[in-house]
C-alpha cells in the first residue's frame, strides 16, 4: 500500500470542504494532479496545494492507498467523504461529515471530529479515537435512510441524534451518548458503554440497542419481557431485554409484531425510582450552580 | 374628515388577521384609528407614523455615532459588501412581502451566499420534521368550522397570536360547531400555568422539556398498550383520559408553539406530535398547525421552497442550494465563523439571537433594513430604513396555514423613502454587474418600481 500524506501548511479563514482527499479521488495521480485538485472555501474554488503540503504517492487503485492528513483540520469538511476503498488516518482534529455516505475502506480519526461523522454509511470501518459531535451514522436532512451499513467506532462521547433513522450496520460508543440514540431505526445495532440521557430508542422500528451505563428517562413506550444472555463487543453478559417502541408502528412475522430490542444491565426493585430521585437532585443542584453569583462579585 | 380604509390585513403575527379597519387622513398620510386589531396589531400600525421615525439610511461611525447617507450610498456599501463576501448570511425575510424575499433570494444566489429566515430560531425544527414525516394539515377556517377538540401544546397564544383564540381556534360559532366554544374542548399542554393553559378543559401541566415522552405515551395510549405509573409528571390515568377524548373529537387540531420546536428534542418533539395526529385518524379527522410567528415567515418558507426547494437555511455558496440544519444555520454559521458579511432584513437577530451570535454579528461587516430601530440596527455598520410592508406598501404573505393574502397599503410611506423590494431590487443589479452577470429572467428594477 503507498502513503500519500497532506500535511495542512495554512489554516483558512473561514472553513475548507475538502472531498478530494479521499483515496478515491487521489489514486493513480501524479503529485502536481493531486496539487490541482480543488477546495472550496464560501464560494471561492482553490486548489488542494494551496493548502496542503502533499508529499508520498498513491497507489494505482483505491484499495492500495493510504492518505494521511497532518496538522490541524479542525475546520476542514467532508475528509473521508463517499470513499470506497483504501484507508484515510486523521492525525487531529476533524470538522464536519468525517466518513460520511462512506461505502468502504477504513478511517481512523486520531481527534475529535464534529458531527454527521458517517451520515448515510453504507460501508467500511470509521474509527473516532475522540469524541465525536452530533448525528453520527444518522440519515441526511429528509432522507429516511441512514447509516445502513459498516461499522463506527467512537472511544470517547457522542452528541445527540446518533444513529438517527439507522437501518443497518453497527455503532459502538465507548463513553456516554447525549440525547435520541436510535431515534427511527429500522434496523442495526448501537451499544453505548457508558451513560445516556433521555429519549433511547424514540420511535423505533426495529433494531437493537445495548446500554450498559444509566440511562436519566426511560421512554414510556419500552416494556420489559425478559433476560438474556448477549453478546457485547466480544463479551459475554446477561442484560434485561426491553421492545419498544409501543406506540409505533411494527411489522408482524407469523401475527406477531417485531418491536426493536433494547437492552439495559438489570435493575432491582425500587432502583428505578431511587435513580428518578438522584436525578431531580442533580438537576436542582446544576441549576443551583448556574444562578449562584460568580464569586468575588460584590452583591448589588 | 377621514376616511376608512376596510379589510385590511394585520402585518404583525401568523395569525395575519384580514379584518381590520384604518382610518387614515383625507390626504393619505396619516394614520389616525385603528379598528379591530390586537394591542400589538394596533401598535405596528400606530407606530409607523412615529414623529422620530429614521427616514434615511445611516451609517454607523467609528466612534458609535450616525451619518446619514444617501440611499445611492447604502445600495453601493450593501452590494459591495455582499459582493466581496466569500460567504454572506442573508438573514431575516420573515417580515417582508414575498415579492421582496424572491429578490432577495435572487441576490444571495448571484453572490453565492446562505439564506435563512426566523424559522431558524422558530419553527425551523418543525420543518425538519415536516420533511421527515409529512404533515396532516388543513387550514384555519376548518378548524372554526368544524373542530371540537382544540389542543395547544407549547404555545399561549392568548399572548403570542391574541386573535387566535376569538377568530379561528375556540370562540367563534363556525358552520358545524354553532355553539362556540361551549361545543369545544380545549386542551393545553405546557409546563407553565400560562393564561391559555387556565382557560382550558384539561390542562396537562408537565415536567419541562418532557414533552417528547408525553406525545409517545399518548400514542402508546392510543394503541391499548401499558404505561408507566408517571410520564413527564402526568399520571398515567390522566394521560389515558387526555387520550379518549382526542380519539373521542368530531375534527380535532393540534396547534404547536415554541415550548416544543426550541426545547429538548426540537424537530423529534414536532415528529412525534405529527405521528400523534396520524395515528389519531385512525379513529377520527386530526389536524396539526405550526402556531407560526412573524407574519410572513410562512411566505418565506414558501418562497425559498419555491426557488431553491429548501425552507431555510439554503447555502448558496457553492452554486447549488445545499440545506442541512446544524451546518447552515445562521446561528451555527456564527457560532463557527463560517460566514464573512451578515445581510439582515425583516428581523431582530439582534432581539432574537444568543448574545455570543450578536457579538459576531457586530464584528462582522453588516447591514440591517429595518424601518425601526432595533438592537440589530444597533450593531450593523449600516441601517438602511424602508417603508412599512403592510403599512405602506402591499404584498404577498402567507398565513401559518400556508393560505396567502394580500396586504394592502393603506398609508404613504415619509417622502423619498424605499420599499424592501425597490432597495433589494437596486442591490441585485448593482451586485450582478460587479459579479459580471445579470440575473436571468428577473424583472429590471425599473419594472419592479413600476416606473
Redesign the interface.
Known sequence: METVTLTIKKAPTLYLEAEATTPDALAGKSLDQIRALPVYMGNEEFTLGEFFEIAGAPGATAADTRVVVKGDVSRVKYLGMKMSAGELVIESNADMYVGAWMTGGTITAKGNVDSFAGTGMKGGELTIMGNAGNYIGSAYRGDWRGMQGGRIRVKGNVGSDTGYFMNGGEIVIEGNADVHVGTHAEGGKIVIKGNAKSRLGGQMVEGTIVLLGTVDVMMPGFKYVRDEEIEVDGEKMTLSLYVGDLGERHRKRKGEPIYGKLYLRPVKAGEDAAAREARLARAREAKKARFAPPEGSASA | MAKTVTDVICPFCGTLCDDLEVQVSDDGTKILEVYNACAIGAEKFLHSQAKDRITRPRMQQEDGSYKEVSYDDAIEYTAQMLAN???PLMYGWSSTSCEAQSVGHEIAET???VVDNTATVCHGSSL?AI??VGIPSCTLGEIKNRADVVVFWGCNPSHAHPRHLSRYSIFPRGFFTGKGHKGRKMIVVDPRNTDTMKMADIGLQLEQG?D??LL?????A??G????DV?AGISKERIFEAAEVLKNARFGVIFFGMGVTQT??KN?NI??AI?VTK?LNEFTKFSIIAMRGHYNVTGSGAVLGWQFGFPFATDL???FAR?????TTSNDLLR?????AVFVLGSDPGAHFPISSVRKIARLPSVAVDPHITPTTEISKLHVPVAFVGVEVGGCCYRMDNGPSESRKVVEPPEGMMTDAEFLSRVRDRVGELKGKAPVGSPSTAQVQGA
Open positions: 463576501a466569500k460567504k453572490v453565492g451566499g425538519i420533511q421527515d418532557r417528547y415522552e409517545s405515551a399518548l400514542r402508546v392510543f394503541r398498550e401499558d404505561l408507566p410520564v429538548l428534542g423529534h415528529d412525534e405521528m395515528d455558496s457553492r452554486g440545506y442541512n440544519p446544524g451546518e463557527r465563523d463560517e460566514v464573512d
